[in-house]
């Protein structure tokens, strides 16, 4: 099993910055990509972004330009830096596991908030 917990979320003002870390546990061995997703209240879980363990990256369009998501392979922890933060993005920002034979784990979230 894989244990994932998000930190770095809070309420910043529009145009600020925030980053994100997902600390992962466990069986992280066997972990081939890892993601960040977002949930906004009245809206589904959205990708926000992706990274393989070779460091191959996806973005949603909505991020692009703004957040940078990467790893640390050695310390088992992933990051989002968000820039140029927007109002819409706020949400509860999950990170997520997928092992190489496909089973998902999912962090409990952690809350950002941006104000206009």
């Known amino acids: 099993q894989v244990q994932l917990v998000e930190s770095g979320g809070g309420l910043v003002q529009a145009g600020g910055s925030l980053r994100l870390s997902c600390a992962a546990s466990g069986s992280i061995f066997s972990i081939n990509v890892m993601g960040w997703y977002r949930q906004a209240p009245g809206k589904q879980r959205e990708l926000v972004a992706t990274i393989t363990t070779g460091g191959k990256t996806n973005y949603a369009d909505s991020v692009k330009g703004r957040f940078t998501i990467s790893r640390d392979n050695a310390k088992n922890t992933m990051f989002l830096q968000m820039n140029t933060l927007k109002p819409e993005d706020t949400a509860v920002y999950y990170c997520?596991?997928?092992?190489?034979?496909?089973?998902?784990?999912w962090g409990k979230g952690t809350l950002v908030t941006i104000s206009s």
């Open positions: 997520k596991a997928v092992q190489s034979y496909g089973m998902p784990y």
